[in-house]
């Protein structure tokens, strides 16, 4: 399906192929590597852990990736019968010193409420942010730990059980089974409303009339939650109302598909205030970036 705008008589495509996002999302890479940082923009696996058992089988672990030249915590697993133990807080922690050998300035992450808001503030991150535009009371909060300002849990305070080990380990298999247990545990918490809200994908294409890319837009749906992943317009064509429209669009057919809200967070050197000239607040602030960066979380309820 097509939609023609009347600007200029561009066109914004919803089906476009994978070559045309390609095009997009190189778009965005190329900007970013303009700025401070910028050339470190693209989330990057980092640290795999993985927690066994005294008999091998593994029981849990933690996946981070690099964005921005911080850790950010992707996956933190841990199987039920083994919970409550510590042993959460050995794998953070041992993240955390990796990521501090590596020279990281801070550590972020993303937990629902039905997760671990309260564990990770038990082990020193602080809330920048609460979003509670998804469906049925679902919220979601953003931490940080700033490893140059905020309180440090050493390490070597933390006793394993004995038996118990965690080791870095990056293969295909042990990382399915981390995925695949988190996602199981989310399954048992929204399974049942996710069923009944499925989300989609939206990914935009802005042609002019010679049918060159010059901007796009790629989009999922959660929980009645539109989260807008990327935005870019080729820079001879800003400042012609072109952002506005893709936004717009991906905006309506959020809607379209029941969504109450729309999530985006965007670094210091992209466009906040794009966003809050079209109708988004800032919910939440993370200064834990090096360079002085700052990255805004911001909603819009529909």
């Known amino acids: 399906m097509t939609f023609?705008?009347?600007?200029?008589?561009?066109?914004?495509?919803?089906?476009?192929?994978?070559?045309?996002?390609?095009?997009?999302?190189?778009?965005?890479?190329?900007?970013n590597k303009k700025f401070p940082s910028g050339e470190l923009d693209i989330p990057t696996p980092d640290i795999s852990l993985v927690l066994r058992d005294p008999h091998g089988n593994i029981i849990g672990g933690v996946i981070t990736s690099m964005l921005t030249g911080i850790m950010h915590l992707e996956v933190l697993w841990i199987?039920?019968?083994?919970?409550?133990r510590g042993l959460g807080k050995a794998l953070i922690l041992q993240a955390e010193k990796i990521g501090r050998a590596k020279g990281y300035p801070a550590s972020q992450t993303w937990t629902f409420s039905f997760q671990a808001p309260n564990f990770y503030q038990r082990i020193g991150y602080k809330v920048v942010g609460i979003f509670d535009g998804y469906t049925e009371g679902i919220t979601e909060y953003i931490l940080l730990k700033?490893?140059?300002?905020?309180?440090?849990?050493?390490?070597?305070?933390?006793?394993m059980e004995v038996g118990f080990s965690i080791s870095e380990d990056a293969s295909e298999a042990s990382m399915k089974i981390l995925n695949d247990g988190l996602r199981k545990y989310v399954k048992t918490h929204v399974g049942e409303i996710r069923s009944k809200n499925p989300g989609i994908k939206i990914e935009l294409v802005?042609?002019?009339?010679?049918?060159?890319?010059?901007?796009?837009?790629?989009?999922?749906?959660?929980?009645?939650?539109?989260?807008?992943?990327?935005?870019?317009?080729?820079?001879?064509?800003?400042?012609?109302?072109?952002?506005?429209?893709?936004?717009?669009?991906?905006?309506?057919?959020a809607v379209e598909h029941g969504c109450i809200s729309g999530l985006i967070n965007v670094?210091?050197?992209?466009?906040?205030?794009f966003f809050r000239h079209h109708g988004y607040e800032v919910f939440g602030v993370s200064d834990g970036y090096p360079d002085s960066i700052k990255e805004y979380f911001l909603k819009k309820r529909f």
Do not use: C
Not at 79 to 84: A, K, L, S, T
Not at 236 to 244: A, E, I, M, S, V
Not at 267 to 273: A, E, F, G
């Open 4 to 31: 023609i705008k009347g600007i200029n008589r561009y066109i914004i495509s919803n089906s476009p192929s994978k070559e045309q996002m390609k095009i997009v999302e190189k778009g965005l890479e190329d900007h």
């Open 79 to 84: 199987e039920e019968d083994y919970r409550d």
């Open 146 to 159: 700033n490893f140059r300002t905020d309180h440090l849990i050493s390490h070597v305070d933390i006793e």
């Open 206 to 253: 802005l042609k002019n009339n010679d049918d060159h890319i010059i901007g796009g837009l790629m989009a999922y749906t959660t929980l009645k939650a539109v989260h807008l992943v990327l935005l870019w317009i080729d820079e001879n064509h800003r400042n012609q109302g072109h952002g506005k429209e893709l936004l717009e669009t991906a905006e309506a057919i």
């Open 267 to 273: 670094l210091s050197y992209q466009s906040p205030v």
